[in-house]
């Protein structure tokens, strides 16, 4: 698995 | 996006419009402490430095304003509204918040993801959401009767990061990416904080009695 690219959650 | 999550960014907003119900038509914040509310506003100023530079979704952009917005229009209520700030009982909201910034700040600088500004930031902000509730769990424990709107607020608050939680499992089993550690480890911190609360809470639900929190 890899590193989501961004932080999409609040 | 999943029904988890969706679950708990409802949570999370209804905990802030309670919270907003409460001092805009009672004209009060009895109950509530003041050092919890700025460092919220801290945690969402930190963690949404990308609003307008990172584009994720309308509904991403549109939750992040309302906590935004909402976060600080609680600080000034509490701050600066004539007849609000009256009912803030600031000789029992003494938690030293600041002193829980600077072991965030350090620690965000030794353990993240990226050493970038806005990385360490981001980290910054979850590790404060992480025990931004101390304050207010000290002063619940301090004022005696708890009145329904201000448990009720507490309660969604903790919730909505336990609904997180689901998410994160839900997401580590069907995408490819996976939710960072970090993001785990500060969201079950939070949670466990709220747990001595979650049990008085639904004993106070089950008995049908006053929430009550053992000083």
Redesign the interface.
């Known amino acids: ?10 | 996006m999943n029904i988890f999550r969706l679950a708990g960014d409802m949570t999370h907003l209804f905990s802030v419009l309670v919270l907003l119900l409460k001092i805009h038509t009672i004209k009060s914040c009895a109950g509530i402490s003041l050092k919890t509310q700025e460092l919220y506003a801290i945690v969402f100023a930190t963690r949404y430095l990308d609003i307008f530079t990172n584009y994720i979704s309308l509904y991403n952009t549109i939750m992040k304003l309302i906590f935004l917005g909402s976060s600080f229009s609680i600080v000034w209520y509490m701050r600066r509204h004539k007849i609000v700030r009256r009912s803030y009982d600031k000789d029992q909201d003494t938690f030293r918040h600041y002193f829980l910034m600077l072991p965030c700040l350090i620690l965000a600088l030794i353990i993240n993801e990226k050493f970038t500004f806005r990385e360490v930031m981001w980290t910054f902000s979850l590790y404060l959401e992480a025990v931004a509730i101390l304050p207010q769990l000290v002063l619940l424990q301090r004022t005696r009767n708890i009145d329904n709107l201000t448990g009720q607020y507490v309660f969604l608050l903790g919730a909505y990061r336990a609904f997180y939680i689901l998410n994160w499992i839900y997401r580590y089993f069907t995408e490819e990416h996976f939710v960072h550690w970090i993001t785990w480890i500060s969201g079950l911190v939070q949670t466990l904080l709220y747990a001595d609360f979650f049990y008085y809470y639904f004993q106070s639900w089950k008995n049908n009695v006053k929430l009550e929190l053992p000083a």
């Open positions: 698995k890899e590193q989501p690219l961004e932080h999409d959650e609040l």
